[in-house]
């Protein structure tokens, strides 16, 4: 193969992300030439709408997948927290990178952190799980909507719309945009667990024995141990991505480490469990975890969770 597409939505990070992997690609095999296929989806058409009422599911990834099947490109470059676990046929997902920083982070024009915050402070977010563990740390927080990508939401900031901004440290530090806003600090795992897959990328390819070679120098066993059960989790609670779910889990040599929480959006109620096991074990430990917090009935809570969100007028 002389050339590879890469189908990338036109987001500054989508971008960053799809060069970043040709970059790499054309790195470690000289004479590939790596070329960039630009497209819209309806994710990006429609950005007054909260994406938990006209479900999230597809909506960044349908072009570019068909574009895929058609022939037109080779793979696309995703989020791994934004990647679905199944795969139309003829597609799958190949390469899991290594991570960037895991944690979310509180950008601020005035206030160094959460705990500076004033009460009754204005925060910005459109995520559940961020706004759940907002709350349950500081149930003072105004929490409102924030959409738009990295940028507008960073512009939105700067308008005076809000006290504080939370997004993944991940997005911001792959644009170098810390130094956009007076105060970037990340959040420590223990007041707020990352989402599943955070801040690594996940490569959607075409199930091809030739590409899947050549994407596969990407690969990150620890990110990939660390994702993978991350996403068991999720998938056992059927989780969407608008759910209330935060899951991590985390090498530390053999160590694995592992901690989730789930609960209602407004953080009045909340199940957290946490698993230390160690790198052998992690094929069965996501489930195990998922386990422990169905028995203490997280079906019922997400299902709730899950009504009151779409009942919600944004
Ligand atoms: N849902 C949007 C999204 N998907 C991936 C990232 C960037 C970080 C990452 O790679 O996890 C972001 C922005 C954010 O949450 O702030």
Redesign the pocket.
């Known amino acids: 193969m002389k050339k590879l597409i890469i189908a990338t939505r036109g987001s500054k990070?989508a971008l960053w992300q799809s060069e970043f992997v040709k970059a790499e690609l054309e790195k470690a095999h000289p004479g590939l030439e790596v070329e960039l296929s630009v497209m819209m989806t309806k994710g990006d058409k429609i950005l007054d709408v909260a994406l938990a009422k006209i479900g999230g599911k597809g909506l960044f990834t349908k072009e570019l997948e068909e574009a895929m099947l058609r022939g037109e490109a080779h793979i696309a470059v995703h989020?791994?927290?934004?990647v679905p676990m199944a795969f139309p046929e003829g597609l799958k997902l190949g390469v899991i990178t290594k991570r960037?920083d895991v944690r979310d982070a509180m950008l601020s024009e005035k206030y160094a952190s959460l705990e500076a915050l004033p009460l009754g402070a204005v925060v910005g977010t459109t995520?559940l799980r961020r706004r759940m563990q907002l709350l349950k740390l500081r149930p003072d927080f105004v929490i409102k909507n924030l959409r738009g990508n990295?940028n507008t939401?960073i512009r939105k900031l700067k308008e005076g719309e809000f006290d504080a901004i939370i997004?993944?440290s991940?997005?911001i530090n792959?644009l170098g945009l810390s130094a956009e806003v007076n105060y970037f600090t990340p959040i420590s795992k223990e007041v707020m667990i990352p989402?599943s897959?955070?801040?690594?990328?996940g490569i959607e390819i075409v199930c091809d024995a030739e590409v899947e070679r050549l994407v596969s120098v990407l690969n990150d066993e620890d990110a990939i141990i660390e994702t993978r059960v991350e996403r068991d989790f999720v998938t056992i609670l059927e989780g969407g991505c608008q759910v209330p779910i935060g899951v991590n889990a985390e090498l530390c040599g053999d160590a694995l480490h592992v901690k989730a929480i789930l609960g209602l959006p407004d953080g009045s109620e909340m199940l957290s469990e946490a698993i230390t096991t160690t790198r052998a074990e992690y094929a069965s430990v996501g489930k195990a975890l998922a386990q422990k917090v169905i028995d203490r009935g997280a079906k019922a809570l997400l299902e709730r969770a899950e009504q009151i969100a779409l009942n919600e007028i944004f």
């Open positions: 990070l989020s791994l927290k934004d960037e995520s990295v939401r997004l993944a991940a997005g792959r989402a897959g955070q801040a690594a990328l």
